[in-house]
């Protein structure tokens, strides 16, 4: 879009219109990702819900939409010149795609620490990868230092109109998919996406006299948008670590803030564990395999703060997940619905001991997983040995009954979290 538009667009936000021109622009490279039915979901939430899985997006991820339509509009002498951006994973995958498509050179600045499979795919669509820092505010610094000193255009994950106006195309396809929708949730870090969500579901249900509630999720420990909204002013928060970085944003986006205040109903948040929960269950009941980020709004619903919804549709914004990351965020959604369990005992230092409690955890059909015995424990006398156990239960209440069998046993086991 010209300057002067984005200039007009940095208070009201993308018209249908603008809208629309991005679908006819990003139809070019993304996919119309599935809209699934969860009948596990809506038995908890006594309504309908539908998965929009963009999981299953080309790159893995919706960040295509908005890349692609940001880039496809630059001129040819900005195209010449180039693009820079910074991300640690989605984004960057999304501008190398999109660049490449395009003929633009792309160089990303990821940090250090980014997961190996991000890296090698950004690297293999084309672009430039450069590793700066070990946070992702030292490769957006980096960014713009780069575009400054060479004229490549700084392509931002979120804040502006033509990155809105292309993740708004998710909505399109939702009002196409369900169009007697009646609550969307969606993942939020900077904005982007429930931005563009929040005004084609707003502006197209207001023309035609419906209604419709926006709900937007973050991890909580990375939730800059309640305070935000409570301040009346994009504010900056400290982030504390969380499995979900790919929402991990310290400061809303000023045109997203500006679009969220106005249209967006509610913003809730969830912590790590119900975010690991969410993707065991999308895993076990849906077949998706989801990054943490991508789940939250699936979080949401299974924690509770998702109600009288009616006809629901959940985004699964993104599936890029270092399958090492993955595994542990399994044993955490285990450990977090009750079906992974570890305790300690303290048990008398003689033969025998150790079988008795095998036996009694056989006897509550519990399954060892792994036993750490030693007579060097802290908190264990001399005449005593400490054992660590890891089992695999079946919920809280074969929790419940695997201690009581224990405790009724004369044992204390202590659960250790």
């Given at each position: 879009?010209?300057?002067?538009?984005?200039?007009?667009?940095?208070?009201?936000?993308?018209?249908?219109?603008?809208?629309?021109?991005?679908?006819?622009?990003?139809?070019?490279?993304a996919?119309?990702?599935?809209?699934?039915?969860?009948?596990?979901?809506a038995?908890?939430?006594?309504?309908?819900?539908?998965?929009?899985?963009?999981?299953?997006?080309?790159?893995?991820?919706?960040?295509?939409?908005?890349?692609?339509?940001?880039l496809?509009?630059?001129?040819?002498?900005?195209?010449?010149?180039?693009?820079?951006?910074?991300?640690?994973?989605?984004?960057?995958?999304?501008?190398?795609?999109?660049?490449?498509?395009?003929?633009?050179?792309?160089?990303?600045?990821?940090p250090?620490?980014?997961a190996?499979?991000?890296?090698?795919?950004?690297?293999?669509?084309?672009?430039?990868?450069?590793?700066?820092?070990?946070?992702?505010?030292?490769?957006?610094?980096?960014?713009?230092?780069?575009?400054?000193?060479?004229?490549?255009?700084?392509?931002?994950?979120?804040?502006?109109?033509?990155?809105?106006?292309?993740?708004?195309?998710?909505?399109?396809?939702?009002?196409?998919?369900?169009?007697d929708?009646?609550?969307?949730?969606?993942?939020?870090?900077?904005?982007?996406?429930?931005?563009?969500?929040?005004?084609?579901?707003?502006?197209?249900?207001?023309?035609?006299?419906?209604?419709?509630?926006?709900?937007?999720?973050?991890?909580?420990?990375?939730?800059?948008?309640?305070?935000?909204?409570?301040?009346g002013?994009?504010?900056?928060?400290?982030?504390?670590?969380?499995?979900?970085?790919?929402?991990a944003?310290?400061?809303?986006?000023?045109?997203?803030?500006?679009?969220?205040?106005?249209?967006?109903?509610?913003?809730?948040?969830?912590?790590?564990?119900?975010i690991?929960?969410?993707?065991?269950?999308?895993?076990?009941?849906?077949?998706?395999?989801?990054?943490p980020?991508?789940?939250?709004?699936?979080?949401?619903?299974?924690?509770g703060?998702?109600?009288?919804?009616?006809?629901?549709?959940?985004?699964?914004?993104?599936?890029?997940?270092?399958?090492?990351?993955?595994?542990?965020?399994?044993?955490?959604?285990?450990?977090?619905?009750?079906?992974?369990?570890?305790?300690?005992?303290?048990?008398?230092?003689?033969?025998?001991?150790?079988?008795?409690?095998?036996?009694?955890?056989?006897?509550?059909?519990?399954?060892?997983?792994?036993?750490?015995?030693?007579?060097?424990?802290?908190?264990?006398?001399?005449?005593?040995?400490?054992?660590?156990?890891?089992?695999?239960?079946?919920?809280?209440?074969?929790?419940?009954?695997?201690?009581?069998?224990?405790?009724?046993?004369?044992?204390?086991?202590?659960?250790?979290?």
């Amino acid at each position: 879009m010209p300057d002067d538009d984005n200039a007009v667009l940095a208070i009201a936000g993308p018209t249908l219109a603008h809208f629309e021109e991005a679908r006819s622009r990003v139809s070019r490279v993304a996919v119309v990702t599935p809209m699934e039915t969860s009948r596990f979901l809506a038995e908890i939430l006594g309504s309908r819900v539908h998965l929009k899985c963009e999981n299953l997006q080309r790159t893995g991820s919706y960040k295509i939409r908005g890349a692609y339509n940001r880039l496809s509009q630059l001129s040819d002498e900005e195209k010449a010149r180039g693009v820079v951006a910074a991300s640690a994973g989605n984004h960057a995958q999304g501008v190398a795609l999109a660049a490449r498509e395009l003929g633009i050179a792309a160089t990303i600045f990821m940090p250090i620490g980014v997961a190996l499979p991000k890296l090698q795919a950004t690297r293999n669509y084309g672009a430039e990868v450069v590793l700066r820092g070990h946070t992702v505010d030292e490769p957006l610094r980096a960014a713009g230092e780069f575009s400054a000193q060479t004229g490549a255009v700084l392509i931002p994950p979120f804040d502006h109109a033509d990155v809105v106006a292309g993740q708004g195309t998710v909505g399109l396809e939702i009002l196409d998919q369900v169009p007697d929708v009646e609550t969307v949730i969606v993942p939020i870090g900077g904005g982007g996406l429930i931005s563009g969500v929040a005004s084609v579901l707003k502006q197209r249900f207001a023309a035609e006299g419906r209604t419709v509630r926006i709900i937007g999720v973050q991890a909580v420990n990375a939730a800059a948008y309640p305070p935000s909204l409570k301040n009346g002013v994009s504010t900056e928060v400290r982030i504390l670590p969380t499995i979900a970085d790919g929402i991990a944003v310290s400061k809303p986006g000023i045109l997203n803030f500006e679009i969220i205040r106005t249209m967006v109903d509610e913003i809730v948040t969830v912590t790590d564990d119900d975010i690991a929960r969410a993707m065991l269950v999308l895993l076990e009941r849906a077949k998706l395999v989801v990054e943490p980020a991508g789940a939250v709004a699936v979080a949401a619903i299974l924690t509770g703060q998702v109600t009288n919804s009616g006809t629901t549709v959940a985004i699964l914004s993104g599936g890029n997940i270092d399958p090492l990351v993955m595994e542990r965020v399994i044993s955490r959604g285990l450990a977090a619905s009750d079906r992974y369990l570890k305790i300690r005992l303290m048990l008398p230092d003689r033969p025998g001991q150790l079988a008795r409690i095998a036996e009694l955890i056989s006897e509550a059909n519990a399954n060892v997983v792994e036993v750490l015995h030693t007579r060097h424990g802290r908190n264990a006398l001399i005449s005593q040995v400490e054992i660590d156990l890891s089992l695999e239960t079946r919920g809280p209440e074969h929790v419940q009954r695997v201690l009581s069998h224990l405790i009724d046993a004369g044992y204390e086991p202590r659960v250790d979290f």
